[in-house]
């Protein structure tokens, strides 16, 4: 059953999918041994962790290309996921592990969950299924059909916020907007909704952000990350120095870069040079070819989920696909954004690359699941043939 299933593998998916992991793993140990060394630990640490990881998620999607996707559709299993999601959520605001400036981790040993990163796939999944269950509603009487589901996806975002996690609030928000304006609401109901959306910020959001920094919960270490968006060389002896030695990193590599393994700002100049300036690394020591490759293999993956969610013949399977795009087109903008300076560093992952387990956990469900789609798509049109 499952060898029938796995020969409609698509691999205009899997292959690219692929060559990042191969990519991130061999990156992540170019970018951190030298660190690692320095500071007492073994430098094949992350290596293996990394590995570990990409061993994991490969077995992840192959668990979610094989299995039934009406399980993942069944009201038993999504309200389920929305208490586990909530009371974690809800546990790290309380007593969670703070990194990088936000109280969002829970530690579990050997790998650190991100209930940010699981909110993710939750909107996807949830979504999918409240908004094609209303499709015939959603055009004529959108906030009566779906104002529940909307709510509740609003919760989860401003949980996320509170962290405080900027990065991880705007990509789920943007999961959200997507979704909804692509369910067939009305591009008249989908300007209101956005505008509601920038009103609901604006009056409810911020002031209760500010409550929270006035209550010391946001720290200067989230407002630094925009003084030095603003001013990086002017700020470079301290909150600009990440984006100032980033940008020294992919100066340094140019076209063609200095070699794997001769970064020089990975030797304790670029914080986190696994993780979120990753791509910093990989500029200097591949150079620019390499980074517009890892870009173009991205894009591949995006466009074919774009493309599977377009001809997908019911309306669940296309919400999930432009979800699982708009994820990962997010997640890399940000990451690619905050190491060139264009937008705020946000601590956004780079999808498949960076070092970290629950990222890679989280995107490898969302590709199981278009994985899914598209096997059955696939069955679905040499049924028809026949």
């Not at 990194?99 to 981790?105: C, F, P, R, S």
């Not at 030797?267 to 990753?278: A, H, Q, R, V």
């Not at 699941?369 to 798509?377: D, E, G, M, P, T």
Request: glycine content about 10%; proline content about 3%; aromatic content about 10%.
């Amino acid at each position: 059953m499952l060898s029938k299933k796995f020969r409609f593998l698509d691999y205009y998916l899997v292959i690219p999918y692929l060559l990042l992991c191969l990519i991130g793993i061999v990156m992540v140990y170019s970018s951190s041994a030298d660190i690692a060394s320095q500071n007492g630990g073994s430098p094949t640490a992350y290596l293996i962790k990394q590995s570990l990881y990409v061993v994991m998620g490969l077995v992840v999607v192959w668990f979610i290309t094989a299995m039934n996707i009406k399980i993942l559709q069944s009201p038993r299993f999504l309200i389920l996921f929305a208490a586990v999601l909530l009371g974690a959520l809800l546990f790290v605001k309380l007593f969670g592990q703070a990194v990088n400036g936000a109280q969002g981790w829970i530690n579990l040993g050997v790998i650190n969950i991100q209930p940010a990163e699981v909110c993710k796939i939750f909107l996807i999944l949830y979504l999918g299924r409240m908004l094609s269950q209303h499709e015939n509603k959603i055009s004529t009487d959108f906030f009566s059909s779906v104002g529940g589901p909307l709510l509740l996806s609003i919760i989860f975002v401003v949980l996320i916020l509170i962290q405080p996690d900027l990065g991880g609030a705007v990509i789920n928000g943007a999961i959200i907007m997507i979704m909804m304006l692509a369910s067939g609401i009305s591009w008249k109901k989908g300007v209101i909704a956005i505008f509601t959306i920038i009103f609901g910020f604006v009056l409810v959001v911020l002031p209760l952000l500010s409550r929270v920094a006035q209550s010391g919960a946001i720290h200067s270490y989230q407002l630094q990350r925009i003084v030095a968006f603003v001013n990086p060389f002017g700020t470079a002896q301290g909150a600009g120095s990440q984006l100032v030695n980033s940008y020294y990193a992919l100066s340094n590599g140019g076209v063609f870069g200095v070699g794997l393994g001769n970064s020089i700002q990975k030797m304790g100049y670029l914080p986190e040079p696994n993780t979120d300036f990753i791509m910093a690394v990989i500029g200097e020591e591949l150079g620019l070819i390499t980074v517009v490759l890892i870009m173009c293999l991205l894009t591949i993956i995006v466009a074919r989920i774009i493309w599977l969610g377009v001809r997908s013949a019911d309306a669940y399977s296309s919400l999930v696909c432009y979800g699982v795009a708009t994820f990962i087109t997010i997640q890399t903008l940000f990451n690619v954004g905050g190491v060139t300076g264009l937008l705020p560093i946000t601590g956004v992952t780079f999808p498949f690359v960076s070092y970290g387990g629950s990222s890679m956990l989280v995107l490898c469900t969302a590709l199981g699941c278009v994985l899914n789609i598209s096997a059955r798509q696939a069955r679905s049109r040499l049924i028809a043939a026949v």
